[in-house]
Each structure stands twice: as structure tokens, then as C-alpha cells.
């Protein structure tokens, strides 16, 4: 996969970064979390690509907007830590103590993460990990895609007259996976707008699971997938339908799904 990353950048994990202070000197560098909003590199904020180019090192998945990696000093060390289902892996362990090392070289480090790093992004694992190590942590918010990507596709999260409420739950699993924490009795009488993350693959049984719960299988949904990209698509259909017309349109990940009757007004996007 193309990640668009400079051609003449490091991609490897090397030891930690040099430049950093020598092992005497015990100089500790930082961590900052920078949300890299849903994918449009324009999304990244002030903050963001401002800490992007101060960084001596940048550990970086594959959700967040890589063509912002171009802002690196040419002397930054960008580190692949992307986790691709059935390919490439790093895992999170792993991933805290790449984070730590480098830190502890005294090497300014950022971890670059796709829309925001509290919203199903692990940033606070990460924050906890270097903190207790005695590693200064601070965080630059991201535009989150759980509002940013029904927002590019047209469907607000609230609107004056429909909803005064919304929601945001991760699909990874279904309502009826035993390893689901999310409460779907209640979102099924919840009757805002419900935004979920990563739930394409669990899409047939999330619609099934509300659906047995009371919701009205009627209820207007959507999927959006690679918002704000070239690539954006847009499945509108119902609860009911919205499983079949998503896998009948090749939806993959990145993707959300948006369930209320926001979904229903249809703004008009521009050409």
C-alpha cells in the first residue's frame, strides 16, 4: 500500500533518535498526541502540523493524513506504526515503548494518529504509559470523523427540529458478541443520532441486534466511507437496508454508519 510518505524517509524503527542527549546527560525529551482529523490533510490543525514540524521523531498510522508528513525537518525520523487488519501489525505494547525510548534519547516525539487520539485511539493507553515512566505527555485535539464525516457527507449530527442529541459507539463487534460493552437496549430507545465507528464488517449484525430491540427497522441510515477524501462514498438506504446496499456498493473500511432521521435531510454537497 502507498502510504505517501516522502521517499527519502525512514519507515523502519531505528534505535533511539539521534540527536537526542547521550545517556549521561539524562535530558528527556516529550510526547505530544496529535489528532490528524478523519484524512484531509487541510483538517490538520495550527497545533498539529506545528508540533509535526518541531518533532525529532513521528510514529505514524495509517488513518492519519500522511501527506502532512511532508512538514517533517528532513532529519525527522517517521516510524510506520500502522495496524492493518490481517497485514501489517504493531502492537500497542509495542507502540508504547517505541514512544518511551525515543523520549528517553530526548527526542521531542509525536504519534500521529487519524482524527482524534481520545476517540477510540488509544491516545490515553499512551498517555498513562509514558506518564508513569515520568515522560511529559500533552495532547493536541483532532477533528474527530464521528462529526467531521457525516458532516463532509452532507448529514449533521443535530439538527433544530429532528434530534437535540447524538451518540458515538464503536462497532468492532456486534450487539450480540460477548465481548460488546457498548449498552445497545439503550440505543435502540434512544432515538438521537447514533454515529458508529469501525462497523463495517459488523453492520449486518448491528442492524439486526437494534432491530430485535425495538428500533424501527424504517429508521433512515447511512454509510460514509473515506470522508473527505477522493474516494468519499455515500450509502444512504434504512436500518433495514442499509447492510445489503452497503456490501452491494463495495464499502470497506474507513467507514462510519450514521443511524436517525438526520440522515434523511440530504444536503446538498457541492460538485
Known amino acids: 500500500m502507498a502510504l505517501h510518505v516522502p521517499a527519502d524517509r525512514s519507515t523502519t524503527i531505528p534505535d533511539p533518535a539521534p540527536g537526542g542527549a ?19 490533510p487541510d483538517l490538520l490543525t495550527v497545533g498539529g502540523l506545528r508540533a509535526l ?25 517517521l516510524i510506520d506504526v500502522a495496524k492493518f487488519p490481517r497485514g501489517h501489525q504493531t ?3 509495542r507502540i508504547n515503548e517505541l514512544l518511551i525510548e525515543h523520549a528517553r534519547g530526548g527526542a521531542n516525539v509525536v504519534r ?11 491516545g490515553s493507553e499512551e498517555w498513562l504509559a509514558c ?9 493536541i485535539p483532532g477533528v474527530s470523523s464521528s462529526i467531521a464525516g457525516p458532516e463532509l457527507a452532507g448529514i449533521p449530527v443535530t ?9 458515538v459507539v464503536t462497532g468492532h463487534v456486534g450487539p450480540d458478541h460477548p465481548a460488546t460493552t457498548v449498552d445497545w437496549d439503550a440505543l435502540a430507545r434512544f432515538g438521537g443520532t447514533i454515529v458508529i465507528l469501525m462497523g463495517v464488517k459488523a453492520l449486518p449484525g448491528i442492524s439486526a441486534g437494534l432491530i430485535a430491540r425495538g428500533m424501527d427497522p424504517h429508521t433512515p441510515a447511512a454509510v460514509v466511507a473515506n ?8 450509502i444512504r438506504g434504512t436500518l433495514a437496508s442499509l447492510p445489503e446496499e452497503s456490501t452491494a456498493a463495495g464499502v470497506q473500511p474507513p467507514a462510519l454508519t450514521i443511524i436517525g432521521a438526520v440522515t434523511a435531510l440530504d444536503l446538498p454537497l457541492p460538485d
Do not use: M
Open 53 to 77: 514540524r518541531e518533532a525529532d521523531v513521528v510514529l505514524y498510522d495509517h488513518l492519519a493524513p500522511l501527506a502532512c508528513l511532508a512538514e517533517c525537518r528532513p532529519d525527522a525520523v
Open 131 to 139: 506518564a508513569e515512566v515520568g515522560i511529559p505527555v500533552r495532547v
Open 91 to 93: 502492537g500497542q505494547d
Open 227 to 234: 470522508a473527505g477524501l477522493p474516494g468519499q462514498a455515500v
Open 22 to 40: 547521550s545517556a549521561g546527560e539524562q535530558q528527556v525529551g516529550s510526547v505530544v498526541l496529535v489528532g490528524g482529523g478523519p484524512g484531509d
Open 112 to 122: 500521529f494518529k487519524g482524527g482524534d487520539p481520545f476517540v477510540f485511539g488509544r
Open 159 to 167: 439538527h433544530r427540529g429532528l434530534t437535540q442529541q447524538f451518540t
